[in-house]
């Protein structure tokens, strides 16, 4: 059985002529596109970075002794930013689309999770690009501390030497504040 989705109002028949119903794929709704399905697969956003990473550790830190161990954590880091920010901007132009089309949606937390890793540069710009996520208040605030989380945490990893001190005295005003844990 066909289900017309005429207009509402009073009776349909009312005005003296049938409206044809409007066609519409029920299950199109349903269907999710392939970006989404990719978003789901959370590991794609930190494999290749740490193979990258890995690799070159490997071979020029453990076997040549070409480069440091810094150069390798910042090539894998560079390797995870410009991914996850390739895969972020394909993400919110498929997500632009399915909410003009009314389909299936990338859920928030997904296009969240990509940012805090290494995706936010992708992200930010295809905001901007597609004008979409960029007006919504909240997922802009949950926007901005994933980029302020990433950031740190990066710094962290790759000038551990400045991060140290912070941390320590992190430390040492949380044991003043609330006594030794």
């Known amino acids: 059985m066909v289900k017309h989705n005429y207009p509402k109002g009073r009776n349909r028949y009312d005005r003296g002529e049938r409206r044809e119903p409007v066609e519409r794929n029920y299950y199109a ?3 999710r596109s392939y970006a989404e399905k990719v978003a789901e697969y959370w590991p794609l956003a930190i494999v290749p970075a740490c193979l990258v990473t890995f690799g070159l550790w490997y071979e020029f830190v453990m076997v040549r002794e070409a480069i440091s161990w810094r150069v390798a954590v910042l090539a894998g880091i560079a390797t995870a930013f410009v991914l996850n920010s390739l895969f972020m901007i394909w993400f919110y132009k498929t997500d632009k689309r ?3 089309e009314q ?3 990338i859920p928030e937390f997904r296009l969240h999770f990509w940012e805090l ?4 540069p992708g992200a930010l710009y295809a905001q ?5 996520k ?3 208040t909240s997922f802009m ?3 901005w501390l994933c980029v302020i989380l990433n950031v740190t945490v990066v710094l ?26």
């Open 98 to 100: 399915q909410a003009e």
């Open 29 to 31: 709704r349903f269907d």
């Open 134 to 136: 960029w007006k919504k």
């Open 141 to 143: 605030v949950v926007f």
């Open 128 to 132: 901007k690009k597609y004008h979409h």
């Open 156 to 181: 962290g990893v790759a000038f551990p030497e400045y991060s140290l001190p912070v941390l320590r005295y992190l430390n040492e005003a949380q044991e003043r504040l609330f006594g030794k844990g």
């Open 117 to 120: 890793f290494c995706g936010w």
């Open 103 to 105: 389909l299936w949606r």
